[in-house]
């Protein structure tokens, strides 16, 4: 973990969660973010039955956990980002480097740190934001690689934006 940056090690004093800051955020959300609509191109051009269906399922319990849960959502961010990210490693799964999932599998823990944080901070009375993974997953399904790109590219930077204003509502 400390090789990651996901903790810190003090002396003889044992480890810390790392630190956190908006600088390191946006930085990990742009590498992310980059990788990610990159990779998901690939796998709308090499993607197959199966990859839709991973995708399908994906989708599927992540609508199940955040029915579960509504009007709770401190108590649920645990499952709330697992099924989160199965749903965006499922959007990547038909790309064929594997450095390159490599890459965003580090990144997207990287965020998930700051993530975490931020739907904890949030109140249990969030909004719905809409529904971006179904249209992503819709434009997926039709092959529409253009359409696709652009709403994962647009959902990612909504999701960040999120973040930094939950936790860093100074830097506006």
């Given at each position: 973990m400390a090789a990651e940056g996901l903790v810190t090690r003090k002396g003889q004093r044992g480890y810390w969660a790392a630190p956190v800051s908006v600088d390191e955020f946006v930085d990990v959300a742009r590498l992310r973010e980059m990788l990610e609509v990159d990779a998901f191109r690939q796998s709308i051009q090499h993607g197959d039955l199966d990859w839709e269906a991973n995708i399908a399922g994906a989708r599927h319990r992540e609508l199940a956990v955040r029915k579960q849960a509504e009007g709770h959502y401190s108590e649920y961010a645990g499952e709330l980002i697992r099924e989160n990210r199965r749903f965006?490693?499922?959007?990547?799964?038909?790309?064929?480097?594997?450095?390159?999932?490599?890459?965003?599998?580090?990144?997207?823990?990287?965020?998930?740190?700051?993530?975490?944080?931020?739907?904890?901070?949030?109140?249990?009375?969030?909004?719905?934001?809409?529904?971006?993974?179904?249209?992503?997953?819709?434009?997926?399904?039709?092959?529409?690689?253009?359409e696709a790109c652009a709403l994962l590219k647009t959902h990612i930077e909504h999701s960040n934006q999120r973040v930094i204003d939950t936790l860093f509502p100074q830097q506006r």
């Open positions: 965006h490693m499922a959007l990547i799964s038909g790309c064929p480097s594997i450095w390159q999932l490599r890459f965003i599998s580090t990144l997207y823990d990287q965020s998930e740190r700051f993530r975490r944080l931020s739907l904890i901070s949030l109140a249990d009375t969030r909004p719905a934001s809409g529904d971006e993974h179904g249209a992503i997953m819709e434009a997926a399904f039709r092959r529409d690689e253009k």
